[in-house]
T-cell receptor, first 115, second 112 residues
């Protein structure tokens, strides 16, 4: 969905490096999410944010941190990257105030390779 | 927590045939079930969803059925076309919740 953008789209980094993945949305949605996708495992929730001051851990938050800089921006950081964090990362948004609060809209993804 | 299982993991059909993907869920409280299509190099895109107060929903060639008693739901694609080739994910959640619990995906290949 072009309303949800992620940067970078591809990134190669080395073990131990700090890396930040960024997500921006123009949908005006209040809720934002970070998921990780591994082959054969589907998508798993890392962190989610209901608004700028409300950030929560998801199923697999260890090794990750997030920052909600504004309603439209939600960043995911790997403080010290390790090879098993190699994966496809997706940002998603939803609109709690709408009649379809449960529907999530995904960005195009960031492919991360940790060497 | 919710556990969603999806079958098959791969599916190959000929153009024009129907394709069916099945999912089961464990949490009887789940009441929202979306289906996402993921094309190569893109993010998942919602194609159809169903709430637990409805047994079936259709949108052109796509339909979803839900059996709350058996805790399973299915995606049906009729008259398949090569552009239907993609990975399809089912998910379950609470309408009032936040987390989508995804199945592991089905890779659908439609051959001409």
């Amino acid at each position: 969905d072009a309303d949800v953008t992620q940067t970078p789209r591809n990134r190669i980094t080395k073990t131990g490096k700090r890396i930040m993945l960024e997500c921006s949305q123009t949908k005006g949605h209040d809720r934002m999410y970070w998921y990780r996708q591994d082959p054969g495992l589907g998508l798993r929730l890392i962190y989610y944010s209901f608004d700028v001051k409300d950030i929560n851990k998801g199923e697999i938050s260890d090794g990750y941190s997030v920052s909600r800089q504004a309603q439209a921006k939600f960043s995911l950081s790997l403080e010290s990257a390790i090879p098993n964090q190699t994966a496809l990362y997706f940002c998603a948004t939803s609109d709690f105030a709408s009649g379809r609060r449960e529907t999530q809209y995904f960005g195009p993804g960031t492919r991360l390779l940790v060497l | 927590g919710e556990n969603v299982e999806q079958h098959p993991s791969t599916l190959s059909v000929q153009e024009g045939d129907s394709a069916v993907i099945k999912c089961t869920y464990s949490d009887s409280a789940s009441n929202y079930f979306p289906w996402y299509k993921q094309e190569l190099g893109k993010g998942p895109q919602l194609i159809i969803d169903i709430r637990s107060n409805v047994g079936e929903k259709k949108d052109q060639r796509i339909a979803v059925t839900l059996n709350k008693t058996a805790k399973h739901f299915s995606l049906h694609i009729t008259e398949t076309q090569p552009e239907d080739s993609a990975v399809y994910f089912c998910a379950g959640s609470l309408i009032s919740g936040y987390a989508l619990n995804f199945g592991k995906g089905t890779s659908l290949l439609v051959t001409p």
